[in-house]
């Protein structure tokens, strides 16, 4: 969120709605708890009370997070830092924000294990939905429905635009089903009895291998249940 065009995203909301009298809500802090790992707990525990400081810091009137196990340092930030009610009466009428913004690509380079954790999380979670879960920890992540559409649609992206790897390779779509077979030999090897990890990967790969991409993963993979049901 501390990108350029994720924070402007986030300030212009705050502009918009404080400009229409309402509360402006900040964002989901995906992090959750890590019980057995105190040192990599602290660490998450870090992240989310920073994310909330930048939340409250920008002008946000209230956030929430994905586990109650986190509600507390929320609202310690939010009481500290916004001792009002809500931040209404900051109006940012000095912030100009335009497509420049909203558009700018983000720096940094795309790692061999970055595309193989959208191909793992995207599968293993689209596997739970069909399995009736909508809500996932997956690597002391909670993944729903939205976090989970940026996996394919990250891919899907760079399929279109032949990004290439930090090793130079360029991401293409026999690039992409040769590592999501690897990425699906691990998933099956955890799967519980009655997994649905082969119609998982293959609705990844058609989302990411579509000339145009689905506007919800969730459209098709409704066909997908209702095609069990009937």
């Not at 340092?73 to 931040?87: C, H, S, T, W, Y």
């Not at 912030?95 to 959208?118: C, F, S, Y």
Request: hydrophobic share 40%.
């Amino acid at each position: 969120m501390t990108s350029h065009f994720l924070r402007s995203h986030s300030l212009l909301l705050i502009k918009t709605c404080h400009r229409r009298e309402i509360h402006a809500m900040g964002g989901m802090a995906a992090q959750i708890p890590i019980r057995d790992d105190p040192v990599s707990n602290e660490a998450a525990m870090e992240k989310v009370r920073a994310d909330k400081e930048r939340e409250v810091g920008d002008g946000h009137d209230g956030t929430w997070v994905a586990h109650p196990g986190l509600v507390a340092i929320a609202k310690e930030v939010f009481d500290r830092e916004m001792p009002l009610p809500n931040q209404i009466a900051r109006k940012h009428q000095d912030l100009h924000i335009g497509a420049h913004d909203l558009l700018a690509i983000p720096q940094g380079t795309i790692t061999e294990a970055g595309l193989r954790q959208d191909l793992n999380v995207g599968i293993g979670y689209i596997e739970a939905w069909l399995r009736g879960t909508g809500c996932v920890p997956l690597y002391h992540l909670m993944e729903d429905a939205a976090t989970a559409e940026i996996s394919p649609a990250q891919i899907w992206q760079w399929i279109r635009h032949r990004a290439r790897l930090e090793d130079g390779r360029i991401i293409d779509a026999g690039l992409c089903r040769a590592l999501l077979g690897e990425e699906l030999e691990k998933l099956r090897q955890s799967a519980a009895e009655g997994g649905r990890c082969d119609d998982a990967a293959k609705l990844f790969r058609e989302l990411i291998e579509a000339p145009t991409f689905s506007e919800f993963l969730t459209l098709p993979a409704y066909e997908m249940i209702t095609a069990d049901i009937v």
